[in-house]
C-alpha cells in the first residue's frame, strides 16, 4: 500500500510560478514511477507529466516547457514545478503511483495504481 499526500496548491495571478509537492509512504518509493495529473472543473482527469524510477520525464503537450517534475528518493517526494501559469492551468492536481516497469512511464490513467487526494491550483488572468 502507497499512501500519497499533495501539497503547495494555491491562488496565483497568471505568468506566476507554483511548486506541488507529493509525499509519499508505504512501500519502496525509488522503485516506481511517479506521474502528476489534473481535472478541471467539467472535465476529465487528464495526464500532466510523469518521472520515471530513473529520473526520466516525459510531459503533456500543453505543459512542455512550463512545468518541471523531479524527484528527492531521500525524503519520498516528488515535486512539480510549475512557472508560467495559465488560467487553463486552473485544476486540481494529483499525484499518482505507476508500479509498472515500462518506459516512459504511462500517460493513461489506468495504469496508476495510487493516487493522492489532490491540491487546488487557481490561477487568476
Known amino acids: 500500500q502507497v499512501q500519497l499526500v499533495e501539497s503547495g496548491g494555491g491562488l496565483v495571478q497568471a505568468g506566476g510560478s507554483l511548486r506541488l509537492s507529493c509525499a509519499a509512504s508505504?512501500?519502496?518509493?525509488?522503485?516506481?514511477?511517479m506521474g502528476w495529473f489534473r481535472q478541471a472543473p467539467g472535465k476529465e482527469r487528464e495526464f500532466v507529466g510523469a518521472?520515471?524510477?530513473?529520473?526520466?520525464?516525459n510531459y503533456a503537450d500543453s505543459v512542455k516547457g512550463r512545468f518541471t517534475i523531479s524527484r528527492d528518493n531521500a525524503k519520498n517526494t516528488v515535486y512539480l514545478q510549475m512557472n508560467t501559469l495559465k488560467p487553463e492551468d486552473t485544476a486540481i492536481y494529483y499525484c499518482?503511483?505507476?508500479?509498472?516497469?515500462?518506459?516512459?512511464?504511462?500517460?493513461?490513467?489506468?495504469?496508476?495504481?495510487?493516487w493522492g487526494q489532490g491540491t487546488q491550483v487557481t490561477v487568476s488572468s
Open positions: 518521472i520515471s524510477w530513473s529520473g526520466g520525464t
Open positions: 499518482a503511483v505507476d508500479t509498472g516497469w515500462g518506459l516512459p512511464p504511462s500517460e493513461s490513467l489506468s495504469e496508476y495504481d495510487y
Open positions: 508505504g512501500r519502496t518509493f525509488i522503485r516506481y514511477h
